[in-house]
Each structure stands twice: as C-alpha cells, then as structure tokens.
Nanobody, 128 residues
Framework: HVQLVESGGGSVQAGGSLRVSCAAS??????????VAWFRQATGKDREAVAA????????FSADSVKGRFTISQESANNTVYLQMDSLEPDDTATYYC????????????????????WGQGTQVTVS
C-alpha cells in the first residue's frame, strides 16, 4: 500500500507562486522505482495531467499548458515530490492531486491517469 498526502495549496493572486507537496509513505512505496505525477481538476472539467517525475533522479515532464511556469521536483530523503507553480493564472484554479505508481512506466503513459494506482486526497489551489 502507498499513502500520498498533499499539502501547500491555497489562494493567490494572478502572477503569484505556490508550491504544493506530496509526501509518500507505505510498504509498497519504493523510492528507487516509482513514477509520481500531479494532476488537476477544475470544477466542471475533466482531470488533466500537469507534470510527472521518475524517482529517483530528475527525469521529469510537464504538460504544455504549464511548461515554463510549473516545475516538478523531488526530495528523496523524505520521499516528497513538489510542484512549484509560478506565474499562476486564474485558469490554474483547480484541485491538485498527487498520483503514484510503481515502475516501469513508459514515458508515453506518464500523463494517463489510469496508469496510476495510488492517489492523494487533493489540495485546492485558487488563483484570482
């Protein structure tokens, strides 16, 4: 089993920054062989992928909608994955979910939510 706990959401004005965190734990979490991703879902819209990263290391990917503004990273020492969000826009308003799955996962699948076995409860980000 893997537990994912998100934190760091909140409200910010357009142009501002936020960092959300995803702390992973559990007997099935292998920090040397996981893929962790961030998805988001705005009210009335489908859930969409934001960014993904292979652990360990820095092999990371960002969706076109956030490229150049959002950065995914990890801190292996405490099994935490971060999403740094800069230049936030009102369209970034959504509930942000952390998801994880054990590798291997081909790169072409990292943005497919059905590939992820474990999900956090979500954290709200509001940009006004």
């Amino acid at each position: 089993h893997v537990q994912l706990v998100e934190s760091g959401g909140g409200s910010v004005q357009a142009g501002g920054s936020l960092r959300v965190s995803c702390a992973a734990s559990g007997s099935d979490f292998d920090p040397d062989y996981m893929v962790v991703a961030w998805f988001r879902q705005a009210t009335g819209k489908d859930r969409e992928a934001v960014a993904a990263i292979y652990t360990p290391g820095d092999n990371a990917f960002s969706a076109d909608s956030v490229k150049g503004r959002f950065t995914i990273s990890q801190e292996s020492a405490n099994n935490t994955v971060y999403l740094q969000m800069d230049s936030l826009e009102p369209d970034d308003t959504a509930t942000y979910y952390c998801a994880a799955t054990r590798g291997p996962l081909p790169v072409r699948w990292v943005f497919e939510e059905g590939r992820y076995a474990y999900w956090g409860q979500g954290t709200q980000v509001t940009v006004s």
